[in-house]
T-cell receptor, first 113, second 114 residues
Framework: AQTVTQSQPEMSVQEAETVTLSCTYDTSESDYYLFWYKQPPSRQMILVIRQEAYKQQNATENRFSVNFQKAAKSFSLKISDSQLGDAAMYFCAYSFGNEKLTFGTGTRLTIIP | SAVISQKPSRDICQRGTSLTIQCQVDSQVTMMFWYRQQPGQSLTLIATANQGSEATYESGFVIDKFPISRPNLTFSTLTVSNMSPEDSSIYLC???????????FGQGTRLTVV
């Protein structure tokens, strides 16, 4: 069974600084998808960034980028120029084909003004 | 993209009763899922709602406790039956086209059983 591990329950960063959230996963598949979702206190899950495993190039969305290491099964999220609105729970997730999303345990990110 | 309306947003229920949560998507979607989330914790999949057939339940969840309907490609309901305080949680509906595309989420239903 696929598993997703986030080893950092909580992280904090100064506003305008850079922070990296870690995620590792386990799968026997070769073509799959990885995601980072953000959940602010409003409970609304918001997609931050998405990576297709067959693409070697790391995905980037404005201030958000990933470091995808397929052989190491690692998928970290880097947030540059952190803003107060980035404060949230961040979940790493995995899916294969039309199957469900498997979520990690989450990392609570605090932004220090 | 898809916008998901989930109702109710919160409810307080007596033990032994049932609550039905509705999930309406503003466009046709292939996949619909129901998750449970304890505050501050991760999402646990309850079941995949299949259009026109019985839902597919994850280990630890059964149809008698969590009956699910999906009559069409835009709507699903989750019922929490014979509730106990242990059922107090946030319930989230998710929908999308599958195949690694973005999954969209409702804002969740915060259920408290007293």
């Amino acid at each position: 069974a696929q598993t997703v591990t986030q080893s950092q329950p909580e992280m904090s960063v100064q506003e305008a600084e850079t922070v990296t959230l870690s995620c590792t996963y386990d799968t026997s598949e070769s073509d799959y998808y990885l995601f980072w979702y953000k959940q602010p206190p409003s409970r609304q899950m918001i997609l931050v960034i998405r990576q297709e495993a067959y693409k070697q190039q790391n995905a980037t969305e404005n201030r958000f980028s990933v470091n995808f290491q397929k052989a190491a099964k690692s998928f970290s999220l880097k947030i540059s120029d952190s803003q107060l609105g980035d404060a949230a729970m961040y979940f790493c997730a995995y899916s294969f084909g039309n199957e469900k999303l498997t979520f990690g345990t989450g990392t609570r990110l605090t932004i220090i003004p | 993209s898809a916008v998901i309306s989930q109702k109710p947003s919160r409810d307080i229920c007596q033990r032994g009763t049932s609550l039905t949560i509705q999930c309406q998507v503003d466009s046709q979607v292939t996949m619909m899922f129901w998750y449970r989330q304890q505050p501050g914790q991760s999402l646990t999949l309850i079941a995949t709602a299949n259009q026109g057939s019985e839902a597919t339940y994850e280990s630890g969840f059964v149809i008698d406790k969590f009956p699910i309907s999906r009559p069409n490609l835009t709507f699903s309901t989750l019922t929490v039956s014979n509730m106990s305080p242990e059922d107090s949680s946030i319930y989230l509906c998710s929908a999308g086209q599958g195949g690694g595309t973005e999954a969209f989420f409702g804002q969740g239903t915060r259920l408290t059983v007293v």
